[in-house]
């Protein structure tokens, strides 16, 4: 058990690029969570998945924010047209669902700064 | 609908002393709660949960939390602190088995003096 991955760790990019992240859960887990970070906060939620679909979407999700699990392990984070106010952690967790009663692992997160 | 607020976002103990983190949840059904550590640039690690057990949970690093249905509080303690323990700990209630989601504090800050 590796824990719960994430890639890249930090990205700096400039406003109107899009950028990707990936998260890598505890193998076996299969609900994921994405929740985003910003400073003197606590984590809020963006969205989850069981297993490969998607249940659950905040309206903190705008339209340039789309979220994949294809094949019910790995997901991605795609933030389309980034806005300086996009600048926070995003955080990806796991959790073995009924079974582990909610309780989610956490990634280290990626640090988005966009300039 | 759930809520968590975490009173006070700054606690200063020295050393030794007594830690109280204090945190109240709002929920339309029987919750869960959690409460987790954030140490800088890391992601959360869960000291302890409260799943209608035991209303006295204990964690890791020392830390326990009581759950009081009465007051909708579930408040972090631990006897003595260490410098080790200065960090970020976060609250956060999740509803239920089926739920996905979990709703956290905005944070409260420990620092630990010697």
């Known amino acids: 058990d590796t824990g719960v991955s994430q890639d890249p760790r930090h990205k700096i990019t400039k406003r109107g690029q899009n950028v990707t992240f990936r998260c890598d859960p505890i193998?076996?887990?299969?609900?994921l969570y994405w929740y985003r970070q910003t400073l003197g906060q606590g984590p809020e939620f963006l969205t989850y998945?069981?297993?490969?679909?998607?249940?659950?979407k905040s309206r903190l999700l705008s339209d340039r924010f789309s979220a994949e699990r294809p094949k019910g392990s790995f997901s991605t984070l795609e933030i389309q047209r980034t806005e300086q106010g996009d600048s926070a952690m995003y955080l990806c967790?796991?959790?073995?669902?009924?079974?582990?009663?909610?309780?989610?692992?956490f990634g280290p997160g990626t640090r988005l700064t966009v300039l | 609908a759930q809520s968590v607020t975490q009173l006070g976002s700054h606690v200063s103990v020295s050393e030794g002393a007594l830690v109280l983190l204090r945190c109240n949840y709002s929920?339309?059904?029987?919750?869960?709660l959690f409460w987790y550590v954030q140490y800088p640039n890391q992601g959360l690690q869960l000291l302890l949960k409260?799943?209608?057990?035991?209303?006295l949970v204990k964690g890791i690093n020392g830390f326990e939390a009581e759950f009081k249905k009465s007051e909708t509080s579930f408040h972090l303690t631990k006897p003595s602190a260490h410098m080790s323990d200065a960090a970020e700990y976060f609250c956060?209630?999740?509803?239920?088995?089926?739920?996905?989601?979990?709703?956290f504090g905005d944070g409260t800050t420990l620092t630990v003096k010697p």
């Open positions: 998945f069981q297993n490969e679909a998607q249940l659950e």
């Open positions: 193998s076996e887990h299969n609900r």
């Open positions: 409260y799943t209608s057990a035991a209303t």
């Open positions: 967790a796991s959790s073995p669902g009924l079974a582990g009663l909610n309780e989610q692992f």
């Open positions: 956060a209630v999740s509803e239920g088995t089926n739920a996905g989601k979990s709703t």
């Open positions: 929920s339309s059904v029987p919750p869960y």
